[in-house]
């Protein structure tokens, strides 16, 4: 059985940083982009950031740019997001995604960032 389990969230002051695991168990996921997706309380999930299945290639939302790195240690099945200058506006649960045909999502991990 496939299991994606988010780790390291909680509450951190503005401009704090927290680092995010996602470890994936019950297959390998090296062949595949996996993502960290959030979703702020009334609003639609969103996409944050996405690493290839080599941990050459990255994307980032615009609106974390510059301040969260995606990556990723295969031997271990897990991806990670670092998070630094955090925001407000970053509260939110964020959800790890294995961006294969199944399209696996784990079960978040909330994020609260206190001004």
């Known amino acids: 059985q496939v299991q994606l389990v988010e780790s390291g969230g909680g509450l951190v002051q503005t401009g704090g940083s927290l680092r995010l695991s996602c470890a994936a168990s019950g297959r390998t996921f090296s062949s595949y982009s996996m993502g960290w997706f959030r979703q702020a309380p009334g609003k639609a999930r969103e996409f944050v950031a996405r690493?290839?299945?080599?941990?050459?290639?990255?994307n980032y939302a615009d609106s974390v740019k510059g301040r969260f790195i995606i990556s990723r240690d295969n031997a271990k099945n897990t991806v990670y997001l670092q998070m630094n200058s955090l925001k407000p506006e970053d509260t939110a649960v964020y959800y790890c995604?294995?961006?294969?045909?199944?399209?696996?999502w784990g079960r978040g991990t909330q994020v609260t960032v206190s001004s």
């Open positions: 995604n294995v961006m294969s045909p199944e399209n696996f």
């Open positions: 690493i290839n299945w080599s941990g050459s290639s990255t």
